[in-house]
């Protein structure tokens, strides 16, 4: 697999983190939902960034809340980010789990009433007090308490409360983004939540609605805190508004190197098994030195650009990111998301922050 060159760098893709990137993105959508504070996603090792580089640069800008998804993560997130940091966690997991999040004080979102007890059951048994969130279903039925049985789960989690081994810290929901007119409906319901958890006596300090595309578009939608992934990672909605209008940047660049010229054609060192969907063949174009260029093959370990004469052996080409396409512009010609194309980048793709 060597290209040959004494000094050539491994004849493999390489995916660099551009932290100073990832940085400016943070400080564009704090900018952009303040005084709402930031919750940055750090779910599939931080989008396929890599969690603990992406951890440790966002603490050093001030960010003080994580949305972790599974337990193992907040964990990390714990481990890099030090006690001050709020961290939310909201996969339903078993008991033994919930043991390990209140040993790190991960908050825990709550979308069902079996759940909401076994909380209560794990904080009761080794002491201390759970901070939970709960979650109304305002639509996506994805987990959540449905609006009626709201009023019954809210009896309970005042039960628990007064019981001393669990607070209801916040109210969360997860909105579709994708119609105005349905994130407005999700919206009245996630107020009338809210309200009746107010007047059933609880102190609700954080409220939380939005991810990328709502925090951004729609002030409304932001109440304490939004949840963002995407666009802090540099990665537009699919059919959304440009990097450019967003004031961010893709923070990851996939590169992969020149192995073999076969007349026009030269074969890339990267395939579906580090990620590249093989659905791109033919759909998409990678970057040269000499400018985009077809991908006209993806095979297991290696891919073939077409029309490129003047390629030679260690050549660098940009699959997505600076310089390139977006992960965005890809996931656009097969039908998906620019983050899907991050979180297929394979673990054994070497990540570089720079
Ligand atoms: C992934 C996720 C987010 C972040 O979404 P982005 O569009 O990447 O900002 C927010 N909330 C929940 C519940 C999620 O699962």
Redesign the pocket.
Known sequence: MSSGGASAPPAGPRLSVDLDAFAENIAAVRARVSPAELML?V?DDA?GHGIQTIVARAVAEGVRWF?A?DVSAAVITRAISGPESRIFS?LTVGRREIAVALDDDIELGVGDAGFLDDVAAVAAARGGVARVHLKIDTGLHRNGIRPEDWPAVLEQAMAHERSGVLRVVGVWS?IA?ASDEEDDTSRAQFDAAVAAAEAAGFTIGVRHLA???ASFARPEFRYDVV?????CYG?R?AGGPSEEQLGIRPVARLTAPVIRVDGDDATIAVGALDGLPSLLAGRARVTTSEGARALAEVGPTESRVQGWPGAAAGDEVVVFGAGGSSATDLAEKIGTVG?EILVRVSPTVPREAV
């Open positions: 996603v779910k989008y949305g998804f909201w997860h983004e991810a990328s595309a949840r963002v992934g995407a666009f990665i909605s983050e």
